[in-house]
């Protein structure tokens, strides 16, 4: 190839993963805990065969609620959302646990 044929190649993509539920509940959660210093729970939902669901959770006021990511002008946040399903999730793992579980996934 000459280099004139090189311009109109698109550069080569750089490698990436993908930011799931699992790495985002635990961004949310570590985020929560750390600014806010309040308890953080993964609530899991299965959403359908042989798919789970995880988002984070923050005890504030006395109650558990759902926390989310937002992209704001300051950078990412973690606040106070809405359930991403409509399902009641079926089991609750604290932050410490879930990350120590969720390891395993990290070894090749």
Request: proline letters at 6%.
């Amino acid at each position: 190839m000459s280099w004139f044929t090189n311009i109109f190649k698109a550069p080569p993509k750089p490698p990436e993963a993908n930011i799931h539920c699992v790495p985002a509940a635990i961004s949310a959660g570590w985020a929560w805990a750390v600014g806010r210093k309040e308890k953080v729970r993964m609530a899991v939902t299965h959403v359908s065969k042989g798919q789970d669901h995880v988002q984070a959770q923050g005890f504030v006021n006395g109650k558990w609620e759902f926390l989310i990511i937002v992209n704001t002008p300051d950078g990412l946040v973690a606040r106070i959302g809405k359930a991403h399903f409509d399902i009641k999730p079926y089991q609750y793992v604290l932050l410490d646990e879930w990350v120590k579980d969720q390891l395993r996934f990290t070894h090749t």
